[in-house]
């Protein structure tokens, strides 16, 4: 065979004969849809399916207003709404209009539905609407946990994240600002009560209205906030500073763990250590962890019936106040006592006090209940001050002798005259420095970041829980509920559910 009787026909010859499938958008189509199997045997939609049907759902199903015999649309089952939003929230999606798109194409979202579509307003008020419903669905989950050896309280790590808060530091105003803003707030809403204006519809008048009262709302509701903060400080500079955001008035400034200061609420997180299940949740307004510890660890005895047997957390919420209540409880508390010694030394330099002059170089002489400087003149016993079960007494240097000290500038530079503080270490607070000066506590100190930190950053990174979509102290706390909870689903799925379904699936 020659070239002659067949030629090769050109890449573009080519290019034009080529056959391509036509794409007919203009068709209709019906397909059968067969629910059950939109998604695999071992998805983990069905998971929390199985877990919520089991649980005992009667405070949702309370406030349902629709009743069989009479009028009226059906109501949403909650076990679909709660398995959406669990399923949602493990999926990274915290949108109620993100959900409600989701029905549409999702076949997980398809399936738990019944390949119906749900409106985003059902769907936003159902996550707010049942707190104390979600509370005893979350003691549920706990119990199915517990059930399974997953929780025994007998090690667990606290901590606390700071979540940013749906506000913005712009929003942070002062006192004389807020007043000013909302005097002109209540001008507006007067105006438009005498307005009569026929130019635009009855519609646009009432949305207007609308916005101009609840932005007033807003105001009033902030300054009020604002009156707490006030009332709650006893520092006259600090209360006169005082801010609070007009979008969200209960939302704090507070310092990031990457540094920087942004809008933000304090979530604490209780984490048994057995199998890194979340036993407690609270969230505050407190921008440090010192006063955390015994609120957190009543709410894990509220949740379980019982306190945990060792708790485990970072200096921050290590005090005396702490210290002693963990040990009344029974509780074997671990973490570092911070280091006063060297928060001392620092001050005493940042105030330029010369190391010669330090306070271990006074004398304190029991029987005159005073104490003597290196010059050897009396510090005299000034007052006493009660802070968190401990006592501290307060020691003081005449003005005279101090001003006419040829050591005044390396003792008290920055200060008319100088004074000293003695505290008395309670019993229970030198019992914890002792024990936490063994090398079995340190060894235990040492599991607390990784166990303690995990569901923190699990919750953030994971559920996409960086700043809250919800406004206010209650909406916050239900989502970082609905989190939590879903994050022991997660749990028991991984630890529970999949390897049984496994061997299920195996046999
Ligand atoms: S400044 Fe006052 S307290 Fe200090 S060494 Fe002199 S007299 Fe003593």
Redesign the pocket.
């Known amino acids: 065979m020659s070239d002659k009787s067949f030629p090769v026909p050109s890449r573009a010859e080519r290019r034009r004969a080529a056959r391509c499938k036509p794409v007919n958008r203009q068709q209709l189509l019906l397909r059968s849809v067969d629910v059950e199997k939109l998604v695999e045997e071992d998805h983990c939609v069905r998971a929390i399916w199985e877990l919520v049907d089991r649980a005992d759902l009667e405070t949702f199903y309370e406030t349902i207003e629709a009743v069989e015999g009479e009028a009226g649309c059906s109501a949403w089952d909650p076990r679909v709404l709660i398995s959406l939003w669990i399923y949602a929230y493990s999926r990274a999606v915290s949108s109620a209009r993100e959900i409600s798109r989701r029905c549409e194409y999702d076949p997980a979202y398809q399936w738990l539905t019944g390949l119906e579509v749900i409106n985003h307003h059902t769907l936003s008020d159902f996550r707010v609407q049942h707190e104390e419903a979600l509370d005893e669905l979350f003691i549920q989950v706990l119990g199915v946990l517990s059930h399974e050896g997953l929780v025994t309280l007998e090690r667990v790590m606290h901590d606390g994240v700071k979540i940013e808060a749906g506000a913005s530091d712009k929003s942070f105003r002062r006192q004389g600002t807020l007043e000013r803003h909302l005097e002109s707030a209540r001008e507006v809403v007067e105006k438009m009560k005498e307005a009569d204006s026929e130019e635009v519809s009855e519609r646009v008048v009432k949305a207007r209205e609308r916005a101009v009262r609840e932005r007033k709302e807003r105001l009033e509701a902030a300054l009020r906030e604002l009156k707490h903060m006030q009332a709650a400080q006893s520092d006259p500079q600090k209360r006169q500073k005082a801010r609070v955001s007009t979008t969200d008035p209960e939302a704090r400034i507070m310092q990031q763990p990457g540094g920087g200061f942004a809008p933000s609420y304090n979530v604490q997180i209780s984490t048994d250590a057995q199998a890194t299940v979340i036993v407690g949740l609270g969230v505050s307004q407190a921008a440090n962890d010192t006063g955390e510890l015994v609120p957190a660890m009543e709410r894990v005895e509220g949740n379980l019936g019982e306190v945990p047997q060792q708790v485990v957390v970072d200096g921050g919420f290590i005090n005396q106040g702490t210290i002693m209540a963990m040990e009344a409880q029974g509780m074997d508390l671990m973490g570092p006592m911070p280091d006063h010694a060297s928060q001392t030394v620092a001050a005493l330099e940042k105030r330029g006090v010369a190391p010669e002059?330090f306070p271990q170089a006074f004398r304190y002489d029991a029987e005159r209940n005073c104490y003597v400087?290196?010059?050897g003149?009396d510090?005299a016993f000034e007052s006493q001050e009660k802070s968190e079960g401990s006592a501290r007494y307060r020691y003081r240097?005449k003005l005279s002798?101090?001003q006419s000290?040829a050591?005044?500038g390396q003792?008290?530079p920055q200060s008319q005259?100088?004074s000293l503080v003695r505290s008395e270490e309670p019993p229970e607070v030198r019992r914890h420095r002792e024990k936490m000066a063994s090398e079995s506590a340190q060894e235990i100190y040492k599991q607390r970041s990784q166990i303690a930190e995990f569901p923190n950053a699990w919750i953030k990174e994971k559920f996409g829980l960086r700043k809250f979509r919800l406004r206010g102290l209650i909406k916050v706390r239900i989502e970082a509920l609905w989190a939590c909870l879903t994050y022991n689903i997660c749990q028991w799925i991984r630890l529970c559910w999949r390897p049984k379904e496994a061997v299920r699936v195996g046999n």
């Open positions: 002059f400087c290196p010059a003149r510090l240097a002798e101090c000290c050591s005044k003792c008290c005259r100088r």
